[in-house]
């Protein structure tokens, strides 16, 4: 049987070059925005997991714990216990910021206080209005802090870690440290929710936590997670609080740590101690309305993360387009179509290891054939979050109470 030349020619039209030289650019492309990505998240937390706490008492400031809730009295039973029985040496406080809940919670603080002297409510006027309710409450329980150092989390969130406070605070040891980044692992089912949005959302999750984690780790902080934040009570009053985006719904976590952030007052703490779980009811729903939020919030926030993510994704159907293009034009010559797989299989099994790797540090799910899958998809998906956000945009706004 004889192999026709044909088959292993490269007597090729320059457009077949263009098109396969765009294409393993697309991919270079995507692993220089993502893999120091992925390496960088990896690498903090397995760096900050080996880091051992000071034993000095002294390196651990008073703190104020503030607990933004409203409705979830059922896990406040678990959470502030969780947060008062903290192993830490030195004083500590938490403060119940209740936004006047129509639920038991005022009664089981009350119940609790009876155990734990440190343990304080406060409660947002119900009557505001033209206010963001999380902003109010925020203020509130940082006024009503008496120290300094302020950790910020909310009433829907799990601590696994007796060592939680003693992470997060033993950066502010330093005087130039005024904001510690922490972590929020998502956690909860939908019983009618399927397997497949369980991966998109994991996804999402990777996407959107790697890309600001790395920022932060780099020196770049624009955002952090409300769910397990801390800084200065006096940086926040230097500030003015919230006053510059009195008139927006959101932006506590993202907006106004850029606003504060520099390269220099700001850590970083990803080991798993220094973690927070984030319980959401309904997590479908909840991811697609921090997608709108954050997509909204954006548009205050620096750029170049976003572009770069958004190239990254155009760059997926790039490589795919100009590859199938290359090969369809080169026929019958199987040459450039054999030469760009080698590449892609070559490139593809790097991305997946990187972002299982990745995955696995930040307690995600650590997908691997779906990944290309769902990077092709993104794009579709951020445009119809964007036309949703669209549709919902005066949601955002205070005037709209």
């Keep these: 049987m004889t192999i026709s030349p044909d088959l292993y020619s490269i007597n090729f039209p320059p457009v077949v070059w263009i098109f396969a030289g765009v294409a393993i650019l697309s991919m270079i492309v995507i692993a220089l925005i993502w893999w120091p990505r992925y390496l960088r998240v990896s690498r903090r ?3 900050d997991d080996a880091t051992e706490l000071p034993e000095d008492a002294a390196a651990f400031p008073p703190v104020s714990v503030v607990v933004h809730t409203r409705g979830d ?3 406040l039973c678990t959470l502030l216990p969780q947060i008062l029985e903290q192993d830490y040496p030195s004083p500590m406080e938490v403060i119940v910021v209740n936004d006047f809940a129509n639920d038991e919670t005022a009664t089981i603080v009350a119940q609790l206080e009876m155990e734990y002297p440190n343990l304080y409510m406060t409660f947002a006027p119900e009557r505001s209005r033209s206010l963001s ?3 109010l409450c ?5 006024k009503a802090a008496r120290y300094d150092v302020v950790v910020l989390t909310s009433g829907n969130c799990r601590i696994e870690s007796p060592y939680w406070l003693q992470r997060m605070t033993s950066h502010l040891a330093d005087y130039h440290k005024d904001i510690v980044i922490g972590y929020a692992r998502p956690w909860g089912e939908d019983k009618p929710d399927n397997d497949a949005r369980r991966r998109r959302r994991s996804f999402d999750d990777l996407w959107a936590d790697t890309r600001y984690l790395s920022a932060a780790i780099s020196g770049h902080t624009y955002m952090g997670t409300g769910y397990n934040l801390a800084y200065r009570r006096r940086v926040f009053f230097d500030h003015k609080g919230f006053s510059r985006t009195l008139n927006l ?6 907006i106004f740590i850029h606003e504060i952030a520099t390269r220099t007052n700001t850590a970083v703490e990803l080991s798993h101690d220094g973690r927070v779980r984030a319980d959401e009811h309904s997590p479908a729903w909840s991811h697609d309305s921090l997608r709108c939020r954050r997509d909204f919030t954006a548009q205050y926030l620096p750029r170049a993360p976003y572009m770069t993510g958004a190239l990254s994704s155009w760059a997926w159907w790039v490589s795919l387009g100009c590859t199938v293009a290359a090969s369809v034009l080169a026929l019958p010559s199987l040459v450039v179509a054999a030469g760009i797989f080698i590449v892609g299989i070559a490139f593809g099994i790097t991305h997946q290891i990187l972002y299982r790797k990745c995955a696995r540090s930040l307690e995600l799910r650590p997908l691997f054939w779906t990944v290309p899958w769902l990077s092709l998809m993104r794009p579709l ?8 956000g669209r549709r919902q945009r005066r949601s955002n706004f205070t005037y709209s109470k």
């Design 45 to 47: 937390v397995k760096a």
């Design 73 to 75: 009295a059922r896990n």
């Design 133 to 135: 309710r999380r902003k």
């Design 138 to 142: 925020i203020t509130l329980g940082i």
């Design 249 to 254: 719904n959101y932006g506590d976590d993202d």
């Design 381 to 388: 998906r951020t445009l119809r979050h964007k036309i949703r």
